[in-house]
Structures are given as structure tokens and as C-alpha cells.
């Protein structure tokens, strides 16, 4: 299913948390092809409230599930829930997303599902920081990727059909 609109920009869509996702993110973004970041709409959405987000042309933030340091509460899902369906709105109504690159972490993966299902593509690169096991956002998102990313040859065990690109 691909959900075009006649006037909307060919969008890029990038997930990445606050840290070493959002670093990863900035990674990727720059070495984007010359022309392919000419022809795109590079929009970053993000959990982090401190991100300078200059390089986009847009940027995002939802609430996440899983605030940082403490424990998750009802209040948290919903507030979740409703700052993706908002987002999913804003997605299907203005943009033409042709890909979604995701760097984790969980809060991706319902954008990132949202995005797949209006026909871009999903690329996904797992955590710098895995070496033996998989992140909630890999886990999840591995069987849905056209493309998937480890950055340490160890994962390659648990993630068969991943491509290794070595540290970004």
C-alpha cells in the first residue's frame, strides 16, 4: 500500500533517541548522497527534548513510553499512544515517506511500523552499542526491515539475514 500525495516532498524519515542513537542518525544523514539529501525532505523524529536538529529539515519529538528513570505507569502508555497517533496523523496526511531509518531505541518502532505500512522502505541499524544480545527496537523490528544494520560482526550470529557495516 503506498499512500502518495500529489504535493508532498519525498520524505526520509529518521528515528533515532537522544545519545548515541541520535549520534547514529547524524552519521547517516551526512553521508547521504549529495543528490539523494537535495531530493529528500529529511525529517528526524526523536524522544529527546535537547536535540539541535539543524541538519534536518524538520524536527519531531514524541513522548516515549519508558521515561528515563523511573518506572513505566499508565500514564506513560497513554501519553505514548497519543503522541504517536498524532504522529501518525501528521505522517499519512503530509508526507510522501519513501524511507524510514531507525536507530533505536523502542519508541521507534511503532513510527517506524507506521512508515513500512504507507510503503517506504525500513532500514534499521542495530545499537553501536550491542555486541550479544538485541535491542527491543532490533528485536522487533528485524522481521519487518528491508534492510537491517549490525555494526559488530558478533550479531551476525543472532541476526542472520543482517548486512555488517562495522561501526558508523
Given at each position: 500500500m503506498k499512500f502518495c500525495r500529489a504535493h508532498s516532498p519525498?520524505?526520509?524519515?529518521?528515528?533515532?533517541?537522544e545519545g548515541g542513537h541520535l549520534e547514529e542518525a547524524l552519521r547517516v544523514l551526512v553521508s547521504l548522497d549529495p543528490e539523494v539529501r537535495a531530493a529528500s525532505h529529511c525529517v528526524l523524529i526523536t524522544d529527546s527534548e535537547l536535540v539541535d536538529g539543524s541538519l534536518f529539515d524538520e524536527c519531531w519529538s514524541v513522548d516515549t513510553c519508558a521515561p528515563k528513570h523511573r518506572a513505566v505507569e499508565l500514564r506513560d502508555v497513554l501519553a505514548y499512544a497519543v503522541s504517536s497517533a498524532r504522529l501518525l496523523w501528521r505522517m499519512t496526511r503530509h508526507y510522501d515517506i519513501r524511507m524510514a531509518i531507525v536507530t533505536g531505541p523502542g519508541f521507534a518502532v511503532i513510527p517506524a511500523l507506521a512508515a513500512k505500512v504507507l510503503g517506504g522502505k525500513l532500514i534499521v541499524f542495530e545499537s553501536w552499542a550491542r555486541f550479544e544480545t538485541r535491542s527491543k527496537c532490533g528485536r522487533a523490528l528485524y522481521r519487518f526491515a528491508d534492510q537491517f544494520f549490525v555494526q559488530h560482526k558478533e550479531l551476525l550470529k543472532i541476526y542472520p539475514k543482517a548486512t555488517w557495516v562495522g561501526l558508523l
Open positions: 519525498a520524505t526520509l524519515l529518521f528515528i533515532a533517541g
